[in-house]
């Protein structure tokens, strides 16, 4: 499941936070979703949170990747799932924005993937100087 959504509160003792639903933009559900983020905050001071948390703030804008919890109404996200704060905006885009973990990671991802990429066109120029210079190289002469 996928939407755009308002969060309605920030962390709670549960790790549970609410999120009114601009729209869908897979599948179905209700108006007011709550999702499972990870993150739980007490109000004496305690909580928890993991490396893999999604950290929203009271109205904040997210697009929420989610699945079912069993046996619940509850939907659970975390970072590995692709959940990615959206820049504010007046119209319909959601356009995610880098300091939220989840787009980081997918900046990082495609910076990766350009570096191997150059990498890999490196070795393959050195493999053909390499090539080219051993066949051009003069035989070596013996004294006869």
Known sequence: MIFIGVALEGATSTGIQ??????YLKATGPETAAVSTGVEARTDG???????SVDISAGERWQIYA????????LETNLCDGS??????????ATPVLDSPAAAAGAGEDRTKAILLAGLVALAL?????????RFRRPVSTPG
């Open 84 to 93: 990615a704060k959206l820049a504010s905006s007046g119209g319909d885009e």
């Open 67 to 74: 699945r079912n919890r069993p046996g619940s109404d509850v």
């Open 126 to 134: 050195f493999s053909v100087a390499l090539l080219v210079r051993r």
């Open 18 to 23: 609410r999120f009114r639903v601009e729209r």
């Open 46 to 52: 305690t909580g928890s949170t993991t490396s893999v």
